[in-house]
């Protein structure tokens, strides 16, 4: 049986971990799974939190320290994906940011013998067979492709959020079936050109091959460069529907919030250099810069503080890969 390793990332949200935690707990079915919580140097309890929890629950933890400055752990298993589920967090000495938290937790999952990793935000919940069809999903559709499952909204359960997504010929990336019921979704492995950073199965064999997500990006657009990055190497993206994610949407950087403003331009404008044609990207930025700065100005207003138009500035000058600073 595919053996699979789940990556949580934690930054100050002990809360939304320890509810995933528990969701991932209550697997049914499933044996060959084991779960790597990266703390991505929270500086709050949220570490002695997810310790606590798991103590209390009865749960095999083990922890160990990322060193940023020299790229190691300070121990390893080795192959040790076994029958009895058990939780592994590693404490990272500074915050490496979205990319970089997950990829030492993917890094960390393929040491101790995981054959898939799948890369789950916090801020979700998954059904109590989850585990289950994804390793049904990985072990039909075969190590070359990326799997995404089925991501209803946390707090309307019935109402998908993403179950497969497209990109524009600018690359501006659609949610297919956003809004609607649930019980409209096809129930085959269906297409899609990007899968969901929110929930994305990767191989071994993937990750061996292309990696994971290019910390450049540290939060923000990263699945979309990803999702280019293997199609451009003729690596399947499918969504495994029957599989489910409940997502608290917003949850981890706000719905608009000035970090959310900063990363998403920025990260965009990173995306279009890279797969877009010198007379796309004009096309792109002649209508995209209007439409922010025109955003940053109504948000600057609304919040009568110029911290959006900082970030809106902060994005065009520091696209080539700064990270923006005013938090």
Known sequence: MTKIAIILLNWKGADDTIDCLMSIVAQKNITAYQTVVVD?????????????????????????????????????????????????????????????????GTEYAFMIGADAALILNNDTTIAPDTVEKLVEASESLGPRTLISPQILYHNRPDSIWWCGGEFSTLLSPSYRFQGEPERNVPGDFSETEWVSGCATLISRELFDEIGLYDPVFFIW??????????????IALRVAPEALVYHKVGKSLG????????????????????YLSSLSRILFGSAYFPRKLLQAIRLSIKERRLIYLHAFLDAISDHRGGLWKRQ
């Open 40 to 104: 991505n140097f929270s500086g709050d309890r949220s570490v002695e939190r997810i310790t606590d929890f798991c103590q209390n629950a009865d749960i095999a933890l083990e922890r160990i320290k990322y060193d940023a400055t020299t790229q190691s752990f300070s121990a390893a298993r080795g192959d040790d994906i076994s029958k009895e589920h058990s939780v592994t967090l590693i404490e990272a000495n500074e915050n490496l940011g979205f990319c970089k938290g997950n990829n030492i």
């Open 221 to 234: 657009c990263e699945e979309w460069d990803l999702s280019l990055r293997a199609r451009s190497r003729g």
């Open 255 to 274: 719905l608009v919030s000035p970090l959310t403003f900063f990363y998403s331009m920025r990260n965009m404008i990173i995306l279009r250099r890279r």
